[in-house]
């Protein structure tokens, strides 16, 4: 399931069923944001704006690597028993869990032990065991690896539409757009977003400046990228 194939979906929802014919604003965080770009590069017509945050308009190369890490230790659990489980692999996501405990916020986030001074918990294995450990098997493991696998396959080229020409796919992306990567994100970083944003003859580059990584613009951040990512919106909105 790719993410093209997710935003044709939302698309036939909001036309056959809603009845909408343009879009004021697409946007979104992570995965979210990749599918925001996604709909200015399939829809154009279509969309009059994004704001993508924390997100980017295809899976770097890095990334990809990352997930690959992230993917193993469910894999190699022995109760995953080839997706086939009986029970979940607890094993398997709580040691995925910590994978990703070392990429989500950045290395400042921590040596200033914001897990601790600014989120609340008691100590750094606190906040591994309930943030990340707590978070990861609510979840299951099935769904986790095909999101996996929609985020690493992620790219707005990768259809019938580009044939894999990434350049012109950013080139047909007319909205207007304001992409809004976490300056300390280690998924998605600045770097990526500016070469995205070169190509896009109406976009213009807005980091979040914050040590949150790419929680700058998620469910934990604080107040202070909540209200820089929120005056965007009202800005494109008002534009």
Known sequence: MTLYDNVAMQYRLVTEKFGIESLR?????????????????????????????????RCSRHNFVFIEGLKAPLLLDPEFKDG?????????????????????FS???????????????????????????????????????SMM????????????????????????ITAKAIVMPGRTDLYFPPEDSEYEVSKMPNAQLRPIESVWGHFAGGPAANAVDVKFIDSAVKEILAA
């Open 25 to 57: 604003l697409v946007t979104g965080w992570s995965m979210g944001a990749m599918q925001a770009f996604h709909w200015a590069a399939m829809y154009p017509e279509m969309v009059e704006r994004i704001l993508p945050f924390c997100g980017a308009a």
């Open 84 to 104: 086939f489980y009986d029970a979940p692999p607890t094993r398997g996501m709580r040691a995925a869990a910590r994978v990703f405990a070392g990429w989500g």
């Open 107 to 145: 290395q400042a986030f921590l040596r200033q032990r914001l897990d601790m001074e600014a989120m609340g918990y008691g100590s750094l294995e606190d906040f591994i065991t309930q943030f990340w450990e707590g978070d990861f098997l609510k979840k299951d493991a099935n769904n986790i690896l």
């Open 149 to 172: 696998w929609s985020w690493q396959y992620g790219d707005i080229s990768a259809n019938s539409l580009y044939k894999g020409d990434f350049d012109r796919a950013l080139a047909s």
